[in-house]
């Protein structure tokens, strides 16, 4: 039997940059957390991850990782 998975294109092993940013007031809708960052060795933002936000692929952590990377220095502004 073929173990092939029409979704897996490619893989590679690859070198980014991961920072952990603990945020969160301590309040009830903003509890204290880490907030995980993943970039480019040369600063373009891969993804990001806060747990108050749900699972990696939801809309509101696709809607973080747009805000995040307009705040980076020396990344292109979308906006």
Same mark, same amino acid.
């Given at each position: 039997?073929?173990?092939?998975?029409? @979704?897996?294109?490619?893989?590679?092993?690859?070198?980014?940059?991961?920072?952990?940013? =603990?945020?969160? $007031?301590?309040?009830?809708?903003?509890?204290?957390?880490?907030?995980?960052?993943?970039?480019?060795?040369?600063?373009? @933002?891969?993804?990001?991850?806060?747990?108050?936000?749900?699972?990696?692929?939801?809309? =509101?952590?696709? $809607?973080?990782?747009?805000?995040?990377?307009?705040?980076?220095?020396?990344?292109?502004?979308?906006?």
């Amino acid at each position: 039997m073929n173990k092939f998975s029409p @979704l897996s294109v490619e893989t590679k092993l690859i070198k980014v940059i991961h920072v952990r940013v =603990a945020t969160g $007031s301590g309040d009830e809708g903003d509890p204290p957390r880490m907030v995980n960052f993943y970039y480019c060795p040369d600063g373009q @933002l891969l993804a990001c991850y806060d747990p108050l936000l749900g699972q990696p692929d939801s809309a =509101a952590q696709s $809607s973080l990782q747009r805000t995040s990377a307009m705040y980076m220095p020396g990344y292109p502004d979308y906006g």
